[in-house]
């Protein structure tokens, strides 16, 4: 029998890693190994991000009262600010307090989108989707992940 990859444990999963990759940012000493640190992370944060508004909220799309339609543009606005600070620290000097505290806000709204998203997406989907509606979500997102390194790379190279 294939195993699930269900989509909210794929999401729990990025939101963990990435906050855990914060956490080790702010502790790393090495200027060299932040700035590398930070630019895998921003790649895979936006590359999450990216295939979370094309698979999780457009699965949602449509089919949600006008409220819920609101809070998924508060998400679009919560990558997008996520996106602005993450352009401000790889640019910015590790070693000033201004970037230190750029970093804990980072650390901060990625904690909180993650966790109103686990409460309310989550429950959203739970109420929409079979546990097969949830593994197919989840692979629709690997998928799209997939997709997204492989353009980041292209860009890359």
Known sequence: MDTCDDIRAQLRGDHEATLAELDALRDETDDG????RLKKLRRAWVTHALAEEMVVYRALEGV???SSSVRADERFAEHDLVDG???KLVRGRRSTSHWKTRLGLLRDLIAGHAASEQEETFARLSQRLDP???CELGRQFQLARRKLRMLEDAKAA
């Open 33 to 36: 190994r932040c700035g590398f």
């Open 64 to 66: 949600e009262a006008a």
């Open 85 to 87: 600070l993450f352009d």
């Open 132 to 134: 097969e509606g949830m």
